[in-house]
């Protein structure tokens, strides 16, 4: 029976406080080598605040890129499926107006967003040139630089001379250096917004080219010296740029209160070029070759991830994708299942390392390339040349073993054919733009 006493005795407790929900800040660098940072071996380059991030969370050592350049890999990033399924297999150039991500496809943005965070994209989107199919339409409530691939770091215009940098829907024309711009930026989201759940987007230009170094506003580049540059000087100073900036980040999340309690996800979104160090891979960027697919990773959130650890499991872009969504305890759309796989159990101790078999393309006219990972073994078709690769023996991918394990490598190509058969069930939706 409830006696008054009884009532008034519920009614004055407390209310359990609900789970809290953890922020979330994705990071995403531009066109960085394998081991560009000192957590991953460089000596060159000082990058302390991005080792703190791997000393205090997960380093992985064999997670991939979605795909060998920028747009494919952040399509898969922001959807958690092969971008093959989009139509988005390559980089979107200069003036390729009409194509883009459809907005009938959610995004990690549009999740959070209905999840009821505020969410912000500062950066590099690459995902589509116009307002139809730009981050607004995805899901992000803000978003602040650049909507194409590249531009020049001070005067904020692609290689074609086009002005490219935005607030929202609005071209906009600051004064800075993209990489102080985007960080600026990100310091007064988190003051405006820390307070309450979010997912932040940091896609820095850097360190893609053109090459220039920070305070330098008089070195603006054109078409004929858009590549000019040295590692000693301007790509040195822009990665170190680009440490310096996330370290004023996490300085800023520490004074909000909410450093701990946001996961951070670290990566690249592919292979280096130029001027960037791949080692101990082969080859770079736009290639399917380890050196043009093989990224840095690394996860952070005390008390649910363990601290200063390195894990082999391998993964990919779209993993990454999966893994934040089960950590803020959201699940994709039934109608748009997820390609990637949560990392959680495993980078928690929960679950063994687990086998997975990986799929990637090049359809160029100059270059034909298709790739399959399962396990340690590595089958690569390169302009219809089939080899087989041992990585766990031989990540550098010197040793050709397909001529002495046939079954092998027929066996990794049926898997790829496979793939490339569930791809034509699944064609690409119409671009709208």
């Known amino acids: ?31 960085m080598g394998y081991a560009d940072l000192g957590c991953y071996g460089a000596k060159d380059i000082r990058t302390p ?18 795909g060998p350049v920028c747009t494919p890999t952040r399509c898969g990033l922001l959807t958690g499926r092969y971008q093959q399924r989009f139509g988005l297999e390559w980089a979107l150039g200069p003036g390729m107006k009409g194509y883009g991500l459809n907005p009938e ?39 602040y630089g650049l909507l194409s691939g590249n531009v020049d770091h001070y005067s904020h215009k692609e290689i074609n001379n ?114 960037s160090d791949n080692r101990p891979f082969f080859h770079h960027k736009a290639t399917l070759w380890e050196g043009g697919i093989r990224v840095p990773a690394i996860l952070r959130w005390p008390g649910h991830l363990p601290k200063g650890k390195v894990n082999a499991q391998p993964a990919m872009s779209m993993d990454l994708t999966a893994t934040i969504m089960d950590a803020a305890g959201l699940t994709p759309d039934p109608a748009q299942p997820f390609d990637g796989r949560s990392l959680l159990p495993i980078l928690q101790g929960q679950a063994p390392l687990e086998e997975r078999t990986f799929f990637w393309r090049i359809n160029r006219a100059d270059r034909q390339q298709r790739a399959c990972r399962k396990g340690p073994w590595k089958w690569i078709s390169d302009s219809g040349f089939d080899q087989l690769y041992n990585l766990a023996a031989d990540p550098a991918e010197r040793k050709d073993l397909s001529w002495q394990h046939p079954a092998l490598t027929r066996e990794l190509a049926a898997l790829y054919q496979q793939w490339e058969t569930m791809l034509k069930q699944n064609p690409p939706p119409k671009v709208i733009a």
């Open 1 to 31: 029976m409830l006696t008054r006493r009884r009532f008034l005795h519920l009614v004055a407790a407390p209310l359990a406080p609900p789970p809290t929900r953890p922020n979330v800040l994705l990071i995403l660098l531009d066109d």
């Open 49 to 66: 605040h991005i080792d703190r991030l791997a000393r205090e969370g997960v380093r992985l050592t064999d997670c991939y890129s979605n």
């Open 105 to 143: 496809h959610n995004t990690l943005a549009r999740y959070f967003q209905r999840a009821g965070y505020r969410t912000a994209l500062f950066g590099k989107w690459h995902l589509g040139y116009e307002p139809a199919v730009g981050p607004n339409r995805h899901g992000f409530d803000e978003f």
């Open 162 to 275: 086009e002005h490219d940098w935005y607030e929202n829907l609005n071209p906009v024309h600051p004064v800075g250096y993209s990489t102080d711009l985007i960080r600026d930026r990100a310091l007064h989201f988190l003051d405006a917004h820390a307070a309450r759940p979010f997912f932040l987007y940091l896609p820095f230009n850097a360190v893609h080219w053109p090459f220039q170094s920070p305070g330098q506003p008089g070195s603006v580049r054109l078409r004929p010296t858009w590549f000019q540059g040295s590692r000693a000087v301007e790509y040195k100073a822009m990665l170190e740029a680009v440490d310096t900036a996330i370290g004023q980040i996490l300085a800023k999340l520490a004074a909000q209160g909410v450093l701990d309690n946001t996961l951070i996800v670290f990566t690249n979104d592919n292979g280096g070029e130029r001027l």
